[in-house]
């Protein structure tokens, strides 16, 4: 199984400030089969990223993600309130098993 | 617009069998795209317990593969989660959503499942 590590646990930003999100895999991903969601309390994830860095339908071009291998990273430009939530990173390509990182915190400083 | 809603029992006895159905509509499942469930313990992180193609083919989360057994009734729009044996260690909010091999692009709101005496 891959095991995916997210870090930092928990981030502490302003709004309009950067955030950098990191997910490191126990072995090499294809970039085809990274994926980030963002969740908020009470709801379903909401696809954010696939294929590492193309944005699903609707998710403002402030979101961007990039990484190969066992490094990924989900980076937002400028913080807008409705971002502060939970984030948390797939892989969907292994035959064995898809798994989720811990998430990431993220939440307003 | 797709759309999913879980439906089933929220609670359920110690060993005894999990239920769960997943209602698709705005798309049609014999179109396509795997269908999945997938869990979430009381601030855990997201488990994938298996996905179904359209065809019925399955796969499963290997920790859990001796329990579970999805299925597909294309005839009906839906599809549907059992868990066999279950204990507190089930306790989660179920949530069934379109992907399998690909990403998980369409949710359900989630169902909570307690399992308890």
């Known amino acids: 199984e891959i095991v995916l590590t997210q870090s930092p646990g928990t981030l502490s930003l302003s709004p309009g400030e950067r955030a950098t999100l990191s997910c490191r895999a126990s072995q090499s991903v294809w970039s085809t089969d990274l994926a980030w969601y963002q969740q908020k309390p009470g709801q379903a994830p909401r696809l954010l990223m696939f294929a590492a860095s193309s944005r699903a339908t609707g998710i403002p071009d402030r979101f961007s993600g990039s990484g190969s291998g066992t490094d990924f990273t989900l980076t937002i430009s400028r913080l807008e309130p409705e971002d502060f939530a939970v984030y948390y990173c797939q892989q969907y390509g292994s035959a064995l098993s898809i798994t989720f990182g811990q998430g990431t915190r993220l939440e307003i400083k | 617009q797709v759309q999913l809603q879980e439906s089933g029992p929220g609670l359920v006895k110690p060993s005894e069998t999990l239920s769960l159905t997943c209602s698709v509509s705005g798309y049609s499942i014999s179109s396509g795209y795997y269908w999945g469930w997938i869990r979430q313990p009381p601030g855990k992180r997201l488990e994938w317990i298996g996905s179904?193609?359209?065809?019925?083919?399955?796969y499963y989360n290997p920790s859990l593969r001796s329990r579970v057994t999805i299925s597909v009734d294309t005839s009906k729009n839906q599809f549907s989660l059992r868990l066999s044996s279950v204990t507190a260690a089930d306790t989660a909010l179920y949530f069934c959503?379109?992907?399998?091999?690909?990403?998980?692009?369409?949710w359900g709101q989630g169902s909570l499942v307690t399992v308890s005496s």
């Open positions: 959503a379109r992907g399998g091999r690909g990403p998980h692009d369409y």
């Open positions: 179904v193609f359209h065809s019925g083919s399955t």
